[in-house]
T-cell receptor, first 117, second 115 residues
Framework: GAVVSQHPSRVICKSGTSVKIECRSL??????MFWYRQFPKKSLMLMAT?????????EQGVEKDKFLINHASLTLSTLTVTSAHPEDSSFYIC?????????????FGSGTQLSVL | AQSVAQPEDQVNVAEGNPLTVKCTYS??????LFWYVQYPNRGLQFLLK??????LVKGSYGFEAEFNKSQTSFHLKKPSALVSDSALYFC?????????????FGSGTRLSIRP
């Protein structure tokens, strides 16, 4: 089956630094990738939709300058949390849609736990 | 606006007993409904979906879910629980007229199966 690799699984950083999270589709081409954020005991909240070769579409309330998304190839999307602050601490998950799959057939990464000190 | 609710943070069941994980939704029109499972240190995995047709949907690992339009529910069920079913389960809904990205997830229910 299709595999999505998300790296790192856990990162601890100092306030003010930037953190990059990678999401790779290992055995398929992902025309679209999605980035979510999950707070404890809260649902997954869609942050942005990333299409290969074009600018990401951000959900309302998500700062695009804060959460930089790059989808430079059909197998890689990155989320960079810039100038991270403690309130950015959260669990971030990516998912990928394979070309020609139905919209519901998403493959998820294992998530990244970000802790900002 | 569409939404989905999972009223239980945790469900505890003895192995071999039937299990139910509850989910209710709110969406205009006919919803697309999904269940995903997340095992420790793994990504979410698709379990099953309801789009149209038979209200009882069968999915992976022996799970099934029943769509109940009058109660706006889509509860996940399994006749006989296994210890290996212990995981975090997410219900999700999408308005069929919205874009692909607009899948809304519930807050998750942790299922714990005791031997």
């Amino acid at each position: 089956g299709a595999v999505v690799s998300q790296h790192p699984s856990r990162v601890i950083c100092k306030s003010g630094t930037s953190v990059k999270i990678e999401c790779r589709s290992l055995d398929f081409q992902a025309t679209t990738m999605f980035w979510y954020r999950q707070f404890p005991k809260k649902s997954l909240m869609l942050m942005a939709t990333s299409n290969e070769g074009s600018k990401a579409t951000y959900e309302q309330g998500v700062e695009k300058d804060k959460f930089l998304i790059n989808h430079a190839s059909l197998t890689l999307s990155t989320l960079t949390v810039t100038s991270a602050h403690p309130e950015d601490s959260s669990f971030y998950i990516c998912s990928a849609k394979r070309f020609r799959d139905s919209n519901e057939k998403l493959f998820f990464g294992s998530g990244t736990q970000l802790s900002v000190l | 606006a569409q939404s989905v609710a999972q009223p239980e943070d945790q469900v505890n069941v003895a192995e071999g007993n039937p299990l139910t994980v509850k989910c209710t939704y709110s969406v205009s029109g006919n919803p697309y409904l999904f269940w995903y499972v997340q095992y420790p240190n793994r990504g979410l995995q698709f379990l099953l979906k309801y789009i149209t047709g038979d209200n009882l949907v069968k999915g992976s690992y022996g799970f099934e879910a029943e769509f109940n339009k009058s109660q706006t529910s889509f509860h996940l069920k399994k006749p006989s629980a296994l210890v290996s079913d212990s995981a975090l389960y997410f219900c999700a809904v999408r308005d069929p007229y919205s874009s692909a990205s607009k899948i809304i997830f519930g807050s998750g229910t942790r299922l714990s199966i005791r031997p």
